[in-house]
Nanobody, 126 residues
Framework: QVQLVESGGGLVQAGGSLRLSCAAS????????MGWFRQAPGKEREVVAN????????YYADSVKGRFTISTDKAKNTVYLQMNSLKPEDTAVYYC???????????????????WGQGTQVTVSS
């Protein structure tokens, strides 16, 4: 059974940085697509960034492009989200998600991910 465990959230001032980690276990992640999503109170869950475990192609939401970086460490089965120049509007619960078999060119929508972590809170103060 695939398990995803996020860590690295916390409270940071606007302009600061955080690095989120997603430790994956219980599977062979070659070929997976991994994603970071976030959900703020009263809002729908939205994609932040996606990455293909093999090949490393990435996607970023316009709201985080140029500030956030998604990456993988294959030796550690870990996906990272480096977040710089944080803004109060980045405040949300951040989730890691995995799709083990995706055959389309487009990136999966949130409901098309099979595995989710429990989330980690990121709060950015102004």
């Amino acid at each position: 059974q695939v398990q995803l465990v996020e860590s690295g959230g916390g409270l940071v001032q606007a302009g600061g940085s955080l690095r989120l980690s997603c430790a994956a276990s219980g599977g062979t992640f070659s070929g997976y697509i991994m994603g970071w999503f976030r959900q703020a109170p009263g809002k729908e869950r939205e994609v932040v960034a996606n990455i293909r475990w093999n090949g490393g192609s990435t996607y970023y939401a316009d709201s985080v492009k140029g500030r956030f970086t998604i990456s993988t460490d294959k030796a550690k089965n870990t996906v990272y989200l480096q977040m710089n120049s944080l803004k109060p509007e980045d405040t949300a619960v951040y989730y890691c998600a995995a799709n083990p078999l995706w055959l389309f060119e487009r990136w999966p929508a949130p409901h098309e991910y099979d595995y989710w972590g429990q989330g980690t809170q990121v709060t950015v103060s102004s």
